[in-house]
């Protein structure tokens, strides 16, 4: 960072500070997301704020290389306990907390300690792509879907109990629950963030939040922010949130889908066109180049194990290579929106992603996979119109149609052997991410389906 930009930070900062001071607040939580999904953090008392904004918070690079159960792989480019980074919070978007009374957010960009971005700075990469996808002449649109099982805070206990009883998608569990929805819907409200549907779920206690599309890097951070947002409220209501792929082996689990549309002189162009379902060319070929590195993608969007419990045909996870007009079974589902609301509303949703992600990472990957296909001309194969699982094997493989890699060791293999992705990741966070998938395999190659969900279920 150069003296003009430090000056231009250090105004930004007092700023903000004496505005967080005025709201009695006494500190901020600076946030990342490691490798592994799991949000990371570093907070500063207010009266330190301007020196982390000039001068950044000390953090080591082991974070690279850590495990969801917070062991650390010894990678080629990660997992030393040498070296030093410095975490300088965007201001730009410091939030105050208003399920976390007194505390502030801001998401942090990880830098070396010269100033120069961090090689496996994840949201560096992210604004990377977005760039590049700017320069190709087009913007993107992108929400992700946030699902969480809400059970019971029982002190001593890491089982999950249920916290409402009523049907999937009833009103019943609504009304157990209406004190808890309200605080957590005027706490959403009161941070920015824009909460389209806020809704009980299919699995015992889960509930769902869909909220506004945003650029791709304000829709990853919204992510995290709206997670430990759940996570705060649900905590001061008694109630524990998770927000793992798989709660309870046998179950229903949390997806965290991704809607994204593409957008070209102010126009999305999956919607008025001349090619399927009103898409224009373009948007057939972004579509594509997702659809054929879905396998290397599950890498970044299913990085647990207990993903590849949710991941399964007939569960709506989009278990199939596939895709869709309105397909719940397939990896990629088309989304035209309603009649006359398109032009704003038509968007291809990724259902194979869980919130084992990190969104930065998810942003990087299906921008660059999609890029990849504008960049060749890749061809979107014909849409599936049936359940995949109901057809026979033979017929899946005439329509091109294949399950799903069904183990981290094997999306490990795949994200490898994709060019594209490592390019776009570079030499470092591609290796590590490889490392680390076959790591985290490893660990429960040989756990039962109960000892994973037992293992991850408040990882997340």
Not at 28 to 44: E, H, L, M, Q, W
Not at 324 to 336: C, H
Not at 436 to 451: G, P, T, W
């Amino acid at each position: 960072m150069d003296p003009e930009d430090r000056a231009g930070h250090e105004v930004e900062a007092k700023r903000a500070a004496a505005m967080l001071a005025d709201r009695d607040i006494v500190g901020v939580a600076t946030t990342f997301v490691d490798n592994s999904g799991i949000t990371r953090t570093k907070a500063v008392p207010v009266e330190r704020l301007v020196h982390a904004a000039v001068w950044g918070i000390g953090m080591s690079p082991v974070f690279d290389a850590f495990l969801s159960d917070d062991s650390i792989v010894a990678g080629r480019f990660a997992g030393s306990p040498i070296g030093d980074l410095r975490l300088y919070p965007d201001l730009s978007r410091l939030t105050v907390l208003a399920g976390q009374p007194g505390w502030a957010w801001a998401p942090a960009d990880r830098c070396r300690q010269d100033g120069t971005p961090h090689p496996q700075d994840q949201r560096t990469l992210a604004r990377r792509v977005v760039t590049r996808l700017a320069e190709a002449g087009y913007t993107a649109r992108m929400a992700f879907e946030i699902e969480w099982a809400a059970g019971i805070n029982e002190a001593g206990s890491d089982d999950f109990i249920p916290a409402v009883h009523g049907p999937a998608y009833g009103f019943t569990r609504m009304v157990e629950a209406s004190d808890y929805l309200r605080d957590l819907a005027r706490a959403l409200a009161e941070q920015g963030i824009q909460a389209e549907q806020i809704h009980p779920e299919y699995a015992a206690g889960q509930f769902e939040v869909s909220v506004a599309a945003e650029d791709p890097i304000a829709a990853a951070d919204t992510f995290v922010l709206a997670r430990e947002t759940i996570r705060a409220v649900s905590l001061r209501h008694g109630m524990r949130a998770s927000f793992s792929p798989k709660t309870v082996a046998g179950g229903v689990g949390n997806g965290g889908h991704v809607h994204l549309s593409l957008w070209a002189s102010g126009r999305n162009i999956f919607a008025g066109g001349d090619a399927r379902y009103g898409m224009t060319e373009p948007a057939e070929m972004f579509s594509a180049g997702i659809l054929h590195h879905l396998p290397a993608l599950l890498a970044v969007g299913t990085s647990s194990a207990a993903s590849y419990l949710r991941l399964i045909p007939q569960h709506w996870a989009g278990a199939f290579q596939a895709w869709g007009l309105e397909n719940r079974e397939t990896a990629l589902r088309f989304v035209t929106g309603s009649p006359g609301d398109q032009y704003r509303a038509a968007n291809l949703e990724v259902k194979a992603f869980d919130e084992s992600a990190n969104p930065y990472l998810v942003v990087a990957g299906l921008l660059s996979a999609g890029l990849d296909g504008l960049a060749t001309g890749r061809e979107l194969p014909d849409p599936v119109e049936v359940d995949p699982a109901l057809l026979l094997p033979a017929e899946r493989v005439a329509h091109g149609i294949t399950q799903m890699p069904a183990s981290l060791g094997a999306v490990a293999d795949a994200f490898e052997a994709d060019d594209v992705l490592n390019t776009a990741f570079g030499d470092e966070l591609a290796a590590t991410i490889v490392e680390l998938r076959r790591a985290e395999h490893a660990m429960f190659v040989d756990a039962s389906e109960q000892d994973i969900a037992a293992a991850v279920r408040w990882k997340y």
